[in-house]
């Protein structure tokens, strides 16, 4: 059975090859001499790694029907398997993470200052700013039917009150692209990075910062609101105060103290004594900024185009209690709480979750005996099934899973996490939860922030030297179930 299974796999993929081929051919994306097209070689080797797992039992049973040509998604035969139709599947990038050369932005400053709280800068990132027409097609070839990226304040505004028409003509490219490819569409218009004229008049802690956020949101629909299918004002919020709550090992104090000391260094060494960013202010001003940002921006968003959906992303952990003294209700009050009373109000809601966190006093380790991610963070994609049924019940709009996977550099721990995520999250499906997106972390192998590019979380490979790209075996796994729409 596992032989048969195998047999077909590798027909699949071997079809999977020539839609790759095809559209390397069709390519006419921007003609640069780093632009290297995904070559026959690479996808080889993603293809027979891929091919082996399926003959690993536990890894193939959810693999062994046949499959259809690249063109026409399939429509999967076991309702037991399937998922609710529409159901978006994609992957989801971030500006400051894979576009490359974000100079006018508050995070491109930190990164360059003596003892810099990042690892190493963003660089060209993944220069996708320049290769986006490639890796939108790769995500369709794939399988995928949405994609999620952010659009950079700082491009679109590199001075107060100076818009740039040619950087918004990017975008619109960006999203024709995706339209050209029938890929549902999900912006995010503030994905941690900011201008650094506004960084440096204290970002969030400005009160005049929520209605220069709106005006750029209502340029920014004005300009590409037509083609924009969820829209969304922030990516993690709750971020400030989450940090509150976690302590990375081996680290004296919790994470938002950590970012207090980089604060004080940044503004030394920016020579600006108001300078704050996203991870490092006041968590409460911040928040009270971040809350009246959001609601002014979606009002503009709004009037600019009434009918585009509008929601947010928020930071989520699987929450459980410790056998004693457990804080959760309080943990859940002061991360969650005012931003779950806003997503009431939002079309839809999109959640983002990698693991659980054991919630004690505070966030305790994760247990002595558990497996570990590339980010020390515990392997655990049960996480998806729980925080898509307590954001539900909490919230009751329309859930998207916009961020979940896993920093490996062991493929097959990847896919193995994607088999028990959705498995997960089809058992809340079948439960009657209202999910009806699923967008992984990440598209590319990128800038992971203060990490820089260590970690792995991309389905698709990236030589930063020569930015050629490589699909991983879990690439393939997941476009595969992205096509037919099941398990
Ligand atoms: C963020 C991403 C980040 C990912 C993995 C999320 O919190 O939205 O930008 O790369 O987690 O750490």
Redesign the pocket.
């Given at each position: 059975m596992y032989l048969e299974g195998a047999a077909l796999e590798v027909s699949f993929l071997a079809e999977q090859i020539r839609c790759a081929e095809v559209h390397v051919k069709k390519s006419d994306g921007p003609a640069s001499p780093d632009s290297t097209s995904l070559s026959r070689r690479s996808l080889l080797q993603g293809v027979s790694a891929a091919a082996l797992l399926s003959i690993v039992p536990g890894e193939s049973k959810a693999n062994s029907s046949p499959r259809g040509a690249c063109s026409a998604p399939q429509t999967a035969t076991d309702k037991s398997k399937s998922f609710p139709e529409k159901f978006l599947w994609g992957c989801?990038t971030?500006g400051?993470?894979v576009e490359g050369n974000n100079t006018a932005s508050d995070l491109w400053a930190l990164e360059h200052i003596p003892n810099s709280m990042f690892k190493e800068p963003s660089g060209d990132a993944c220069d996708h700013y320049h290769l986006y027409a490639e890796d939108i097609a790769l995500l369709a070839d794939l399988g995928f039917n949405a994609y999620r990226f952010s659009i950079e304040w700082s491009r679109i505004e590199p001075e107060e009150g100076q818009f740039s028409n040619a950087e918004l003509n990017h975008y619109r490219r960006v999203l024709a692209t995706c339209r050209e490819h029938n890929l549902t569409t999900l912006v995010t218009y503030s994905?941690?990075a900011m201008p650094l004229w506004l960084a440096k008049r204290s970002a969030w802690q400005n009160p005049s910062a929520p209605d220069r956020y709106a005006r750029y949101c209502e340029r920014v629909t004005k300009h590409l609101g037509d083609m924009i299918d969820f829209a969304s004002t922030f990516?993690?919020p709750d971020?400030p105060q989450l940090l509150d709550w976690i302590t990375m090992p081996g680290a004296e104090g919790n994470m938002a103290q950590m970012f207090q000391q980089a604060l004080a260094n940044a503004r030394t060494a920016l020579n600006a004594p108001g300078f704050a960013s996203f991870f490092a202010a006041d968590p409460r001003k911040t928040r009270d900024g971040l809350l009246a940002a959001h609601s002014r921006g979606k009002s503009a968003m709004k009037s600019a185009r009434p009918n585009m959906p509008v929601g947010f992303?928020l930071?989520m952990s699987d929450d459980q209690p410790a056998p004693t003294d457990s804080h959760l209700a309080e943990k859940r009050a002061d991360v969650y709480g005012p931003w779950l009373e806003v997503a009431k109000k939002c079309d839809y809601l999109g959640v983002?979750t990698?693991s659980r966190s054991i919630v004690g006093k505070k966030d305790l380790p994760p247990p002595q005996s558990a497996e570990l991610t590339q980010?020390g963070m515990e392997f655990y994609p049960e996480c998806v099934e729980g925080v898509v049924r307590y954001a539900a019940k909490e919230t009751g709009v329309p859930i998207y899973v916009t961020?979940n996977?896993i920093?490996t550099t062991d493929d097959t721990r990847r896919i193995t996490y994607y088999r028990r995520a959705l498995a997960g999250l089809k058992r809340a499906i079948d439960d009657g939860i209202d999910v009806r997106g699923y967008l992984t972390?990440?598209l590319l192998d990128?800038w992971?922030?203060m990490?820089g590019f260590e970690?792995k979380?991309g389905i698709i490979a990236v030589d930063r030297a020569t930015q050629q790209r490589t699909i991983k075996p879990s690439g393939t796994y997941l476009g595969h179930i992205a096509r037919r729409n099941s398990l």
């Open positions: 989801a971030a400051a993470q994905h941690f990516n993690e971020v992303n930071a983002q990698y980010t961020e996977g920093a972390w990440s990128n992971e922030w990490l970690p979380f």
